[in-house]
């Protein structure tokens, strides 16, 4: 299960997103599909992989 | 809300829809609560037998009331509502006027909106209570203002007389050397080359005694600032205002001692030098304690 930290999640209306590194310090935003959280970390369901590397807000 | 997330993160919106038990904390609450070398972030802390998660613990940025701002606990509003019994229920709220709108004004719309939409008679003062600052911010301003204007008046007082001793002591001279004028005006010398020595000599004077005077005010008081030791700290305001207190006597003892100056001058029993230097002094000495005065307001206007 890949979980990331709530607080780098933005979460709009409906959709939640993150923003992932495209390339050096270039970030695009992402959908992603968010499921259980623990008030700290929040489960990814889809969207993401556990290689990319994503914007710390 | 001016605070800084030190660890962990602020509510979002799920905390917000899923009614989460979850709260941000002070710093100070923080290090009542848990031990020294313990984080708060991911414990519980129990509030009327509920407990809420902590997600994020805040210091405060405000610097007035940063202690009482970190002891603060806050909830998600729904979370709170829906936890304590609290549903379509509001105790007080805070209005935050657009800028350039009268905090007076807007404080009186707010009120009338209220009691035009909950039916109570808009006379009725009992109803909605409300507390703005402007009152309190106006009157202090106004007392800045006051001893602005009293500075003032005593500094140009203080010039004023200066100038006036001054423009004797040439009379004087003039009429001393009434003989040399004369000379000179019958050997051809033109009113105006007269007049040009004269105030010449009064500028040559003047400039000199001033300086000098400066130079031996700012000496004498930076050897008291040296002998009174280091400058009090931020937190030591009753020092700094004792001493605030005995540099105004200081002065006042100051001013009587100027206006025996002053007569003594009249009478020309003191020198024009000693004079100006007198009179510098005191203007510098004055302008420390403005400036101290300044400063010990405004160390202490965050905590009224």
């Known amino acids: 299960m890949l979980a990331i930290n709530e607080g780098d999640l933005m979460i709009e209306d409906k959709a939640s997103f993150v923003e992932v590194?495209?390339?050096?310090?270039?970030?695009?935003?992402?959908?992603?599909?968010?499921?259980?959280s623990d008030g700290i970390n929040i489960e990814v369901v889809s969207g993401l992989k556990a290689s990319d590397k994503i914007k710390h807000r | 809300m001016t605070m800084r997330i030190d660890a962990g993160r602020s509510f979002d919106a799920f905390d917000e829809q899923q009614r989460r038990k979850v709260a941000?904390?002070?710093?100070?609450?923080?290090?009542?609560?848990?031990?020294?070398?313990?984080?708060?972030?991911?414990?519980?802390?129990?509030?009327?037998?509920?407990?809420?998660q902590v997600i994020g613990v805040f210091h405060s940025l405000s610097n007035g009331n940063q202690q009482q701002e970190e002891e603060k606990i806050y909830l998600p509003n729904d979370t709170l509502r829906y936890a304590f019994n609290q549903v379509g229920w509001v105790g007080n709220f805070v209005v935050l006027p657009k800028p350039g709108v009268q905090a007076r004004v807007a404080e009186e719309d707010v009120k009338r909106y209220l009691a035009n939409k909950y039916r109570v008679n808009p006379d009725d003062k009992g109803v909605f209570g409300s507390f703005n600052l402007q009152n309190e911010y106006?009157?202090?301003?106004?007392?800045?203002?006051?001893?602005?204007?009293?500075?003032?008046v005593v500094?140009?007082?203080?010039?004023?007389?200066?100038?006036?001793?001054?423009?004797?002591?040439?009379?004087?001279?003039?009429?001393?050397?009434?003989?040399?004028?004369?000379?000179?005006?019958?050997?051809?010398a033109t009113p105006a080359s007269i007049v040009l020595m004269v105030m010449q000599e009064s500028v040559f004077i003047t400039a000199i005694a001033g300086y000098a005077g400066l130079v031996v005010g700012t000496l004498v008081i930076q050897a008291i600032a040296t002998m009174l030791g280091p400058r009090p700290s931020m937190l030591n305001v009753n020092s700094a205002e004792s001493q605030l207190q005995t540099s105004k006597i200081n002065l006042a003892n100051q001013a009587a001692d100027l206006e025996r100056y002053q007569k003594l001058f009249a009478q020309h029993l003191i020198s024009e030098t000693d004079f100006n230097q007198f009179t510098m002094n005191f203007n510098v000495q004055k302008e420390a304690v403005?400036?101290?005065?300044?400063?010990?307001?405004?160390?202490?206007?965050?905590?009224?």
């Open chain 2, 24 to 52: 941000i904390i002070g710093a100070r609450v923080e290090s009542q609560l848990f031990g020294k070398d313990e984080r708060a972030l991911r414990h519980d802390v129990t509030i009327n037998g509920m407990s809420f």
């Open chain 1, 21 to 36: 590194e495209s390339g050096p310090q270039v970030f695009v935003k992402r959908q992603i599909e968010t499921g259980l």
């Open chain 2, 290 to 304: 403005g400036s101290a005065e300044n400063a010990g307001h405004q160390r202490r206007r965050p905590d009224d």
């Open chain 2, 155 to 188: 500094a140009i007082g203080t010039i004023l007389a200066g100038a006036i001793g001054v423009g004797n002591i040439m009379l004087i001279v003039v009429k001393e050397r009434t003989r040399e004028i004369g000379l000179r005006k019958a050997l051809g």
């Open chain 2, 138 to 152: 106006d009157k202090i301003q106004g007392l800045f203002t006051g001893i602005k204007m009293f500075s003032w």
